[in-house]
């Protein structure tokens, strides 16, 4: 698997950045007004490569690696955060859980589609009863019947759920058998019955790439559609979560990034006093705080997407990164927001909602408390944070591949 050279990496950092100037940027807020999912957009950077990085050619990535999925995520965020919302959807963890556990038929059916964003992915594990403790929270169940099983229950935070062509789900088929009791699901929402997504709504976040509360009720999802054997689910989307944690925190940093450009700017052309603000030293201070926490969350995220590049234990690493980006993107949003005075809380300007990003980013694929568990009872000696490295049992796009599979 080659990993990317840094013109490479520049390279597709320009074509994310044209492609977002020239098609996404302009049309965002009508997008937003209408509600509708830019799926023709999602097809054009399906078309452009951007969520095929960790996936080897013969399933239609570029086998570019992490630092190169960094760098997308990083620079759709930066442009509009909106549009980012299903990246890890099409190119991280539902596409990796099919990659690392499918059968060939499975990766070859499911995986292509979504890196060229012709289908729409979903990745549903949490629900109401509580996201940090998935396991514990976890009542949806699947029964088998024969040649399918049946699915009933509710999952809540289903990002794209109500567009999904093709998701995967977990649900217990031995609600007993606590972690070995869950089994994953590649689901089929627009074709099977049983499935009712309903959009939540959210302050600050995207009308148009959504989250839902999804209602199962006898869901019929075929046997050939389950991910592994039964009891394999929690295992595989545990392993799943784990780079969606890097392209996450590089969204994060790409939010800050966003905030610091719109605060520097703002903070040059607003005069008060006869000068800019940028001339008081308490705004300086605003600003230079930003671009320090900025500079140490880039080291941070690119340095966990190396250490999974080189093959190297990174699930340490990956929550500080994550921890120290989300934190960042929120100190931003909060500092653009006093520096833009009162119109940082006029929707005209982006940094009124910016800080909604920054605080999902806090929340989302693993909470700031739970990244702190994860270090400290590392530091402790409890728990080793990389101790299952190398010992998963499953495939991994950015090592293997499939087609080469005897
Ligand atoms: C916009 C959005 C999109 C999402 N998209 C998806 C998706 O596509 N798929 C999906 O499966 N999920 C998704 N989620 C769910 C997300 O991953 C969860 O919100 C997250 O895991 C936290 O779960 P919770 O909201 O139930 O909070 P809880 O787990 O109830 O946590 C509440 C608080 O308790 C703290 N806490 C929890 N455990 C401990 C502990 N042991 N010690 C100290 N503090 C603790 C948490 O840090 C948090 O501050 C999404 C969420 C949002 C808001």
């Given at each position: 698997?080659?990993?990317?050279?840094?013109?490479?990496?520049?390279?597709?950092?320009d074509?994310?950045?044209?492609?977002?100037?020239?098609?996404?940027?302009?049309?965002?807020?009508?997008?937003?007004?209408?509600g509708?999912?830019?799926?023709?957009?999602?097809?054009?950077?399906?078309?452009?490569?951007?969520?095929?990085?960790?996936?080897p050619?013969?399933?239609?990535?570029?086998?570019?690696?992490?630092?190169?999925?960094?760098?997308?995520s990083e620079?759709?965020?930066?442009?509009?955060?909106?549009?980012?919302?299903?990246?890890?959807?099409?190119?991280?963890?539902?596409?990796?859980?099919?990659?690392?556990?499918?059968?060939?038929?499975?990766?070859?059916?499911?995986?292509?589609?979504?890196?060229?964003?012709?289908?729409?992915?979903?990745?549903?594990?949490?629900?109401?009863?509580?996201?940090?403790?998935?396991?514990?929270?976890?009542?949806?169940?699947?029964?088998?019947?024969?040649?399918?099983?049946?699915?009933?229950?509710?999952?809540?935070?289903?990002?794209?759920?109500?567009?999904?062509?093709?998701?995967?789900?977990?649900?217990?088929?031995?609600?007993?058998?606590?972690?070995?009791?869950?089994?994953?699901?590649?689901?089929?929402?627009?074709?099977?019955?049983?499935?009712?997504?309903?959009?939540?709504?959210?302050?600050?976040?995207?009308?148009?790439?959504r989250?839902?509360?999804?209602f199962?009720?006898?869901?019929?999802?075929?046997?050939?559609?389950?991910?592994?054997e039964?009891?394999?689910g929690?295992?595989?989307?545990?392993?799943?979560?784990?780079?969606g944690?890097?392209?996450?925190?590089?969204?994060?940093?790409?939010?800050?990034?966003?905030?610091?450009?719109?605060?520097?700017?703002?903070?040059?052309?607003?005069?008060?006093?006869?000068?800019?603000?940028?001339?008081?030293q308490?705004?300086?201070?605003?600003?230079?705080?930003?671009?320090?926490?900025?500079?140490?969350?880039?080291?941070?995220?690119?340095?966990v997407?190396?250490?999974?590049?080189?093959d190297?234990?990174?699930?340490?690493?990956?929550?500080?990164?994550?921890?120290?980006?989300?934190?960042?993107?929120?100190?931003?949003?909060?500092?653009?927001?006093?520096?833009?005075?009162?119109?940082?809380?006029?929707?005209?300007?982006?940094?009124?909602?910016?800080?909604?990003?920054?605080?999902l980013?806090?929340?989302?694929?693993?909470?700031?408390?739970?990244?702190?568990?994860?270090?400290?009872?590392?530091?402790?000696?409890?728990?080793?944070?990389?101790?299952?490295?190398?010992?998963?049992?499953?495939?991994?796009?950015?090592?293997?591949?499939?087609?080469?599979?005897?």
């Open positions: 698997m080659s990993v990317a050279a840094a013109e490479e990496i520049d390279a597709l950092r074509s994310v950045n044209r492609f977002m100037e020239s098609e996404v940027n302009p049309f965002m807020n009508d997008i937003e007004k209408s509708e999912f830019p799926r023709g957009l999602v097809k054009k950077a399906g078309d452009l490569g951007f969520y095929g990085a960790v996936f050619e013969s399933v239609g990535g570029s086998a570019m690696g992490y630092v190169a999925a960094a760098t997308v620079e759709l965020a930066r442009n509009d955060v909106r549009f980012a919302a299903c990246n890890n959807q099409q190119g991280s963890t539902c596409p990796q859980c099919i990659y690392m556990a499918g059968t060939k038929e499975q990766v070859m059916k499911y995986v292509p589609p979504l890196l060229a964003g012709e289908t729409i992915g979903m990745m549903s594990l949490t629900e109401a009863g509580g996201g940090s403790d998935a396991l514990g929270a976890m009542k949806t169940t699947a029964t088998r019947d024969g040649d399918v099983y049946r699915l009933n229950g509710s999952k809540m935070w289903a990002s794209m759920a109500n567009e999904t062509d093709v998701g995967i789900l977990l649900a217990k088929t031995d609600p007993d058998a606590g972690a070995k009791g869950v089994s994953a699901f590649i689901v089929e929402p627009k074709k099977y019955p049983g499935f009712e997504a309903r959009p939540i709504e959210m302050h600050g976040l995207s009308k148009a790439l989250t839902n509360a999804v199962l009720d006898d869901f019929v999802v075929p046997v050939e559609n389950r991910l592994g039964e009891g394999d929690f295992k595989i989307v545990m392993r799943a979560l784990q780079p944690r890097v392209t996450v925190a590089a969204k994060a940093l790409g939010v800050a990034r966003a905030c610091y450009e719109d605060a520097v700017q703002y903070a040059n052309e607003r005069v008060l006093r006869g000068q800019p603000i940028g001339r008081f308490m705004i300086q201070s605003e600003i230079a705080e930003m671009a320090v926490a900025i500079e140490a969350s880039r080291s941070l995220v690119y340095e997407a190396r250490l999974m590049d080189a190297q234990p990174s699930n340490r690493m990956a929550a500080i990164a994550k921890y120290h980006a989300s934190q960042t993107a929120k100190l931003c949003a909060d500092k653009a927001q006093q520096i833009f005075g009162g119109y940082g809380l006029a929707l005209e300007y982006r940094v009124s909602w910016l800080k909604s990003y920054a605080d980013f806090f929340t989302g694929e693993g909470t700031a408390n739970v990244q702190k568990i994860v270090i400290a009872e590392d530091a402790l000696g409890y728990k080793v944070a990389d101790r299952h490295h190398g010992r998963t049992g499953l495939r991994d796009p950015a090592k293997d591949d499939i087609a080469a599979e005897a």
